[in-house]
């Protein structure tokens, strides 16, 4: 794969995304966000599954500004692989703003560990969605586990709906908190209270280490509105499962943009837009105030929290 082709298909960020009405609450954290390269200083990993366009830490910045957070979680984007070099320099040059989730081979050393922790790294992620990476076997994921658990550290997974019969036992044997990306991606086109988002709330109601992203509305939608053009009521679709979600467990869901947004190919949401969903999902300040500031910073701050 050629360092600086993008894949086909591939929409960039949107360049000036709408100022959010929904006032964040002071404090507010983007807790799931990514950078891209930039590729001529952090060349993306030879074994990813995507070639995106450039997503620096810079831009993130400017973009939490202009949405109104104040800190960022960067979680570790799979064109990257293990080389967690972009997302520890963003860490490392934010100013104490912005905290970061790795990727690790069970080869990582104590040391490197200790400088991703010194770096602000607090968790690290383990992915089994297919068309992003080559699924670490589960032995080799425990292992790392057991170890990132003695920093005080999570991990957070990301799986699609239909794998978590298989991936149950697994999630439950984990040793630290956890943290679904995405709401483990359910079928919207399926009922909220329906029995696959059903299993979904059912491991989160027996495992009171189990957190969610209730996040990318945009990825999980079929019906929109689209958070494009001004429209503040986006992904209607979407909005009973996320509502579900923190309705029933307000103190272990976190949200974030998921800017740059990894390959979505049929729309690029207007971030601003994006920001103004939380309302739908998080009716009141004080849902919205354990959402965006509590809850991220328990996990990440917690010498703050
Ligand atoms: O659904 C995706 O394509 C996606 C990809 C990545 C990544 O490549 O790290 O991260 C995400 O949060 C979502």
Partial sequence: MSLSVKTPGWLDWH???????????????????????????FPFAAERK??????????????????GFSRNVIVQ??????????????????GGKARGVA??????????????????????????????????????????????????????????????PELWPFLRRLPTPVVVDHMGRPDVGQAADGPEFGMFL????????????????ERLSLTGPQALHGERRAYQDVVPFARRVVEAFP?????????????????????????????????????RHQLLVDNPMRLYWPEEA
């Fill in 103 to 164: 990727t690790v081979r069970r080869s990582i050393t104590d040391q490197e560990l200790q400088e991703l922790h010194l770096a602000g790294v607090r968790g690290v992620r383990f992915n089994f969605v297919k068309r992003l990476v080559d699924v670490t076997p589960q032995d080799e994921l425990q292992e790392i586990a057991e170890r990132i658990a003695a920093w005080g550290w999570h991990v957070v997974v990301y799986f699609e709906a239909q794998d978590l």
């Fill in 251 to 287: 103190s272990r869901v976190l949200w974030g943009t998921d800017w740059p947004h990894p390959n979505l190919k049929g729309h690029m949401p207007d971030d601003g837009l994006l920001v103004d969903f939380i309302a739908q999902i998080a009716p009141t300040p004080a849902l």
């Fill in 50 to 67: 995507y070639t995106p366009c450039d997503a620096s830490k810079q831009q993130l910045f400017a973009l939490r500004d202009h949405l």
């Fill in 15 to 41: 360049p000036w995304p709408a100022k959010p009405v929904l006032q964040l609450p002071e404090g507010a954290v983007d807790a799931h966000c990514h950078v891209f390269g930039p590729a001529a200083e």
């Fill in 202 to 217: 059912q491991l989160m109601h027996e495992s009171d280490n189990l957190w969610c992203k209730v996040s990318c509305p």
């Fill in 77 to 94: 984007a799979t064109c990257h692989g293990a080389d967690n070099r972009a997302m520890v320099d963003a860490c490392k040059t934010s």
